[in-house]
T-cell receptor
């Protein structure tokens, strides 16, 4: 009955690798988001999709590519991972682009 | 800038009231939110307030909004050890017609028995 789910929960990988994080929501929401939380717990939006279309891209390096195969899923693919990409990545969704956002449990990415 | 500011730490005893403060930047923010993050967990929506309200109460939680000073506070009555967590305020900002949430720096609340 999880509303917003993410896989994997933990991801440990080497610099230079390519990895993906998956997000799914079963709330019937139209808008989905990716946030990054750094080691100081600072949270910042990265992307937002509304009905599979990109609506917010917050100057994230183009090594990060979100993909939305349908409006219930928003995956995050990261190429050529760098040490500074280590963080917790949160997916969220909302009914519409201005509504309350509900967050997933997070994926802790560690780049060695 | 986009800074939403909160004090970093708050320590209280069980049974006391806790007040967590936040100052935000965008006077046109429609909604302001409080989220709770327990250790190793995701963000849980606690409550939110619409910008035309001054106060909202929800069981042990009271949110106060001072639009003139762009100041938001969260009061937790009868604080319990289970309330120990990081609390984030967030303002909604318009971004070319779409909303995005800008989060504060988070306040770590420690409740001692």
């Amino acid at each position: 009955d999880t509303a917003v789910s993410q896989t994997p929960k933990y991801l440990v990988t080497q610099m230079g690798n390519d990895k993906s994080i998956k997000c799914e929501q079963n709330l019937g929401h139209d808008t989905m988001y990716w946030y990054k939380q750094d080691s100081k717990k600072f949270l910042k939006i990265m992307f937002s999709y509304n009905n599979k279309e990109l609506i917010i891209n917050e100057t994230v390096p183009n090594r990060f590519s979100p993909k939305s195969p349908d409006k219930a899923h928003l995956n995050l693919h990261i190429n050529s991972l760098e040490l500074g990409d280590s963080a917790v990545y949160f997916c969220a969704s909302s009914q519409d682009r201005g509504d309350t956002q509900y967050f997933g449990p997070g994926t802790r990415l560690t780049v060695l | 800038g986009e800074d939403v500011e909160q004090s970093l730490f708050l320590s209280v005893r069980e049974g006391d009231s806790s007040v967590i403060n936040c100052t935000y930047t965008d006077s046109s923010s429609t909604y302001l939110y409080w989220y709770k993050q327990e250790p190793g967990a995701g963000l849980q929506l606690l409550t939110y307030i619409f910008s035309n309200m001054d106060m909202k109460q929800d069981q042990r939680l009271t949110v106060l909004l001072n639009k003139k000073d762009k100041h938001l506070s969260l009061r937790i009555a009868d604080t319990q050890t289970g309330d120990s967590a990081i609390y984030f305020c967030a303002e909604s900002k318009k971004n070319t017609g779409f909303q995005k949430l800008v989060f504060g720096t988070g306040t770590r609340l420690l409740v001692s028995p």
